[in-house]
């Protein structure tokens, strides 16, 4: 008789963690969201439910095919020498008022405040658009592109703070080519372009202030280390003649002595 009431209530303690589990199996997770100023009221995961959360994912077999190396990298804003532009705060300088070191460069035109509202916002290199969209009111309107640097690893280039979008997801994007305006991020900033750069083979925006580097990189270095100009002077990235119908160009040389030929019959 004391076994079958041992056994009886060993069943009902199973069915009831049992139960329990199953019910939080049901329950989602809260919902990540980016709140006030380029925050985070949670870690950012992957989603519980069936809608894709473009602020962290990998990419597919089929994305990762397709990101192009970028043999050279300008600055996105300004000249093709990154004149008429200026650094208000540099990648990782520390700002008390938000609590940490600044993620990325805020690039401005020289005439500062909302003067610069507006004005285009260039690819740094050729590379793949993974993510185009708002992920909150205080980061406004976001580009990221994927790139490959000579050596074949991985880079990401984030374009923050946007105006009005110029591309769509999945699109390839050459360098120099327009994918954005400068915006205030909603009215929370002056005019500016938030420019970041991270070692990276996932969309991830994260915050614009943070206490550890994690996988970004110092944008200025990562495009200074490839801006390096051919003996003819700056060439404009192939993708530009590629996608153009009436290029005049039947070859173009590039570093390395890498010919495109033929690009137009």
């Known amino acids: 008789m004391k076994a079958a009431r041992l056994l009886i209530t060993l069943l009902l303690a199973a069915g009831i963690v ?10 989602a997770a ?15 995961a992957m989603p519980q439910s069936d809608k894709p959360d473009m ?10 095919n397709q990101v192009p190396t970028a043999n050279r990298m300008d600055t996105p804003m300004g000249s093709e020498n990154g004149a008429l532009v200026y650094n208000a705060q540099k990648f990782w300088e520390m700002n008390e ?8 460069d805020d ?6 405040m909302n003067t610069d509202l507006g004005d285009p916002v260039f690819a740094a290199g050729d590379g793949l658009v993974v993510y185009a969209g708002e992920p909150s009111p205080g980061w406004g309107n976001i580009v990221v592109l994927a790139h490959r640097d000579p050596q074949g690893k991985p880079i990401h280039t984030m374009y923050a703070h ?5 591309t769509t997801l999945n699109t390839l994007v050459a360098r120099g080519e327009l994918i954005g305006t400068v915006g205030t991020g909603n009215g929370y900033y002056p005019a500016h372009l938030h420019f970041e750069a991270r070692s990276s083979d996932g969309a991830d925006i994260g915050g614009g202030y943070t206490a550890q580097p994690l996988n970004r990189l110092d944008p200025a ?8 100009s051919s003996e003819r002077g700056i060439l ?12 005049p160009w039947t070859k173009l040389e590039i570093k390395n002595a890498e010919i495109f030929s033929e690009l137009k019959d």
């Not at 602020?55 to 990762?64: D, G, M, T, V």
């Not at 008022?97 to 990325?104: A, E, P, S, V």
């Not at 690039?107 to 500062?112: D, R």
């Open 236 to 247: 404009p990235s192939p993708l530009t003649f590629a996608k153009k119908e009436d290029a």
């Open 107 to 112: 690039l401005n035109g020289i005439g500062g």
């Open 18 to 27: 049992g139960f329990a589990v199953w019910r939080s199996s049901r329950t």
């Open 221 to 228: 270095a990562v495009v200074a280390a490839l801006h390096d």
């Open 30 to 44: 809260p919902e990540e969201k980016l709140v006030g100023f380029q925050d985070s009221d949670a870690p950012f």
């Open 55 to 64: 602020r962290f994912h990998f990419l597919s077999a089929w994305q990762a």
């Open 97 to 104: 008022k938000r609590g940490g070191h600044h993620t990325g």
């Open 162 to 166: 946007l105006h009005e979008i110029k």
